[in-house]
DNA sequence: TATTTTATGATAGTATTGCTATCGTAAATA
DNA sequence: TATTTACGATAGCAATACTATCATAAAATA
């Protein structure tokens, strides 16, 4: 059997499906292979559009500008994360091992799914961690938030927090500690790779750190 | 008595230290209002030159770019936070109350400082909030951080380290634990006033409301 | 006091970025 | 077959991110 995961982005996101279409999808893909190259403020249309062999102009009729592509491209890894916490729990009964689960999703790589959306999980994953916080990160946050375009990330908190609160009905932060465990499993693998005196990371690599202090801190809040 | 607050920034961070002249201190001084009004992405270096009546030649010769003048801003802000914590907790004794103390900090407005270091502390609170980490989010970050122009960063982790292990020996993540709550309090800062569905914010003010959570996380992680 | 250094302003210029507009053509659709 | 549409090609423009040069005023030094 062969099924596919098809996640449906806010059509405010973008200006043209990039799924529709052929040029579309290398677009998305190649944005990907590119911003993880360049990084987010060296990354431009015009550079894409040279990459892929088109022109700024075709890039221009499927995102109205790179904010909104890499809101794009963050909405579809969001949806697929929460995704994979829906797929990983079920089955599961003890809500510890459930969120024991998340975080174990939250700090290692993606999985290669075997459908068609060929993206580099690799780079998906370390833009994920480097460029996420710009997409909110600015002035415009609110009139942004208007188009729902971050309902994505607020599902997969929500997704989160229903665990917690499951775990623990009495706990009294259940999103602001979901959000902390998504943003926390960022900064601190960046720091671990980046950064290190700014962590405890010694030897180990910087996922399985970030997991065990997560598991730790989580654990500790809410038991 | 009147006493000199003075944080002698990294050298490497600037060209010609803007504390040495009167259109230097200019220049920081209206960065900070001009990014707090416009936001880091749309703050440039000509708009600042209109602002205060000079050109863009005269900015660029105090720093390289506006990543720099940033940064610059930003090693001020960690110094200054460094002293208030150091400051803070002088005479006290209980390690507990010594935390307690931190977390006012890193979630209160910054006192209004004597000295003549008028920088509006209001939105200078609001940068850290909102920008800070795009100082170390970026491509060239090793590179960067060669010139030791994290070490205010660092030391101020340090400092809330040193607490953490004082208070508990033996918990393990002293430093990821001092830097998840300095951008723990920034994030959900921000989540509560622009995204508050990601927190638990309720009615209550956003400061108020990270301080509770944080002072829950940190107190659960170590006791 | 004379002289040199230094900081700034004025002006110019260049490559890149971010974006819009127009037009022809090929492919898909009606 | 007619018509819509998607794309490529090309042009262009305002803003950004710088760099360079030169004159002058002020400050430092001889």
Redesign the interface.
Known sequence: MDFHLNFQVNQKVYLRDPEGSEIGRKIVKSAIDLIHQ??F??FTFRKLAVEISTTEATIYRYFENKHRLLLYILNWYWSYMEFLVMYGIVNIKDSREKLETVVELLTHELPESSGQMDYNKRFLNQIVI??S??V???????EI?KDAV?KP??DL?TRIADIISEHNPQY??????S??LI??SH??Q??SS??P?????GERGAKDFTGS?LK??LF??IE
């Open positions: 360049l990084g403020e060296h480097s460029e916080s710009k909110y990160l600015v002035k415009e946050v609110e938030n971050f990330y607020k908190c009294l932060y259940p999103r602001s500690l959000t902390t943003e926390t900064h601190q960046f720091f980046h950064l005196k700014l962590t405890d990371v202090f730790n801190l500790k809040a």
